[in-house]
Every structure is written in structure tokens, then in C-alpha cells.
């Protein structure tokens, strides 16, 4: 293992500090250990029960290989129907914490409160009861990607009754769950959903509107967010006394060239355009961040628009979203290298507007299951460090973390929990040496599952699946068995020879 990963974790343990060993160290007391899923990737039933239809059951019906061998998550882990065998997978690994999201559309069929579906209510009901009788708490996400259909039908996040359509979806959720649960995420990373919906159209709803589907769909996501929160401050804050935040995802940016100015400021654009693009007026001033504004006026100006492709807040809108997050929930899974890239002749587009190149550094490590996830454990502690200075020290949550492995997978996943050793050596050094103030860690994900385009071919789970076998049992990989060690020690063992 070690000579296999050695390259690896040189070059991945960039700190000034790399003498400092945390191993053996304990995380902070009421550390929180946590799992996470989210609905479609895991329950199946999609029309069980009187379940509405959502943008995902949608695109994934309509095939066009647009999906990994068209297929769905129509069955996937059956989650609705065995919820129990994911509580024993919870309780195995002694989770203080699990994190999971409503489906809007089993809940609200057509995503409107007028009509209910008890039937998915009951089905929460019985997972936030039983969690909480296992002393689990349970981090509820009201939305991960699957938009009731009808909404969709209705302009869905390009559309400003969407915005009045959550808001009354949460204050429904609230009022319904909210007695138990204390841990509320309202959107989960909505970079993705407005880049990759709205925009390149890759995932549900499809929609290909480069240029101007992201940054429409991200404005109506932010307010629909600050709308959800202000209504539990103010309906529901006083008698539950919870927490509401939303899940961002961000890569770590450096720059190509570390003495280039250009690729320096090409990384900034890089996490602006992402990160900053939500946090900025969330938890800062209610408008976007400066660097996006004028990179994107500018670029319109050059490509003949008098006005900038980035809508613009009221001033009543900034008042009305400016510090609507109670802590930082953050998704990470890796870092890139970023190169000045002049985009004058390009068509618009986001990536366009953002001039920035980038460039996985071939020496890292690259997780088998998504040609994406460059492994790069010391790029969490900077973008942790970045958001304890950008936003003033806020509670941090790493709300996902993961590696995936292809399908098949081997249930020893030696290379994979090393992975996971050295991203939770960075965490340490986090909390530690840098003050960052993380109260909890979650795994991406409790188990392997439907994973978007990728289907089954990306395994993330600490449970295996077996989706050819009907019963889908759930089997621990060692990393669920070395991921259980640090929860019942709070810590890392330390590591022999
Ligand atoms: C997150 N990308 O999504 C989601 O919250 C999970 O649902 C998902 O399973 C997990 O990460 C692993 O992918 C992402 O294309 C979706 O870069 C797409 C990307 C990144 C994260």
C-alpha cells in the first residue's frame, strides 16, 4: 500500500507542516461522523405509493445514452422498501449522523402543498423515528436534484413560481418534520444543478442553454433558499431550534503556473464561479461576488451585449438573502489546476465567461470510478482554510466526501480507505493547526447507488449493492469496517510499520 501511495501522498501533502503527524490525535468532542444519500440515487419506487413523477424519472425514462446503458433509478438500492436494511448498514458503522433528502415528489406529487401524499409521509416518518431511536441524527436535504416534474412543466428553475413553490414545500417540511429534526440543508449544490440542468444540459432536465440557463437557474435557486430560511426563522426557529443551511461544492483551485498573476487570478475566477458564486451573497452581502460581475460584463461587452448574461438582485432581494445560513455545509471532492485561458472568440457559455483552463496534475491519483476525482486530500484543508477566512469563520460541515471505484468492485478496498486516511490527516490538521471550526464529516455515500450519468457503473458506497440480485443486499467494503474504527475512536489509529 504504502509504495503503491507514496507517490501520492508526497506530492498530495503539500503543507509547510508535513512533519506534524495527527495521527493518533482525537477529533474535537461531539465530532460529528456522518453518511450520506440522497433520494433518487437510492429509494427506487418512483411511483410507489402515489409518488409524483420528478425531472430525473423524466430524463432517465426518455434513454438517448444519455445515462450510462439508459438506466434508472427506478429500483436502484430500494431504499423505500428497505429502509431497514439501511439502518443496520447506519448502525454498523455507528454513525452519529445521517444525512438524507426528501423526495419533493413522493411527499407533494405535483410539488404543490394542495395536494399530500400521506404515504410519503409516513415513509419519513419512519426513517427520522427510527434514526432518532438508534440516537442517530438525521441531516435532512429538502432538495438533491429531483425537481417535481409538473414544476419542470412549469418553467422549473428558470421560473420564479418555483421559488413560491419551495418556500411553501419547506414550510411544509418544517412544520411536518421539524419536531425531530434539527439539521436542515434546503438545496444540495446548486452550482450543479444550474450548470449542468440548466446549462450544458448533461443531467435532468436537460435543458442546453449555455450562457444564460446556469445563471438563471442559480438566481431562482438562491432565493428560493433565502426564502425557505427566513421561513424558519420565522415560523419555526423560536419552538424547534434548528439550523438551516445549503450544500455548496466547491474544487480547490491553484494555479498552473504559481508566478503567473494571470493563472493566479484564473484559480480565483475558478472557485468565484463555483463557490463564491452562492456563498457571496449568502453569507455575505447578498450579491454576487465582484469577481463574476465584471468578468461577465466584461466578456458580454466584448461579445456586442450592452447588458451583462448575470441577473441582477433588488436591493430588496440583497437584504432579503444576505446571512440566510445558519453553518457551512460544504461537498468536496477534488482540486484542479487552473490556467489563463482567453476566451474572446467562444460562444457564450459559463466556462467561456470564467477564462480559466483546467488542468489535472498527472501526479495525482484519480479514484477509478470518475474520471473527474483527482485525489487530492490536501486541497479540502485550503478550500477549508479559504472559507474560514472568505466567510468569517463560519461552523464548517463537510456534508460529502468520497472515492468512488468502478463496477465491479472489490470488497477490499485497501486503496480506497487510504484515500479516506489521508483526507481525514487533512481535516486534523484543519481543525487543528489552521482552527478551523469543522464539526462533522460525511462520507459520500452509505451506499452504492444510482450515481446520475454514470448509473451503477460509479461505485461511492461503503455498502456494496448488488443490483442483479433482487434482494440487493448491502455488503460492508473494509472501508466501512475501517470507517467504523475511527467513529468508535474518534480518531485515527495509528498506523503500524
Ligand atoms: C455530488 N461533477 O454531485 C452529489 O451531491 C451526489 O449526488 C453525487 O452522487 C456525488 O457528488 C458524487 O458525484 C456531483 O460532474 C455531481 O463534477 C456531478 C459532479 C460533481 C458532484
Redesign the pocket.
Known sequence: MASALSGASSTLDSSSDSSWNPEGISFPKSFAWGAST?AY?VEGGWDADGKGPSVWDTFTHQGGDRVFKNQTGDVACGSYALWEEDLKCIKQLGLTHYRFSLSWSRLLPDGKTGFINQKGVEYYDKMIDSLLANDVTPVVTLY??DLPQRLEDQGGWRSGATVEAFDSYAQFCFRTFGDRVKLWITI??PY?MAE?GYAEGTMAPGIKELGTGAYLAAHNMIKAHAAAWHTYDRLFRKTQGGLVSIAL?SDWAEPFDPNSVADQEAAKRHVAFCLDWFATPIFLNGDYPAIMKSQISAVCKRQGSPSSRLPEFTQEEKMMIKGTADFFSL?Y?TSRKIKHRDNTHSPPSMSADKEAEQVTDPSWPVATG?S?LAVVPWGLRRLLEYIKDTYNHPIIYIT?NGFSQSDPAALDDTQRWEYFRLTLLEILKAIYVDGVQLKGYFV??LLDNF??TCGYRSR?GLFHVDFENPALPRVPYKSAIEYAKVIANNGLMKSHG
Do not use: I, M
Open positions: 440522497a440515487q438533491h436534484f444540495n449544490e450543479v449542468l461544492n461537498n471532492y470518475s473527474w460529502e459520500w455515500s450515481e446520475w461511492f
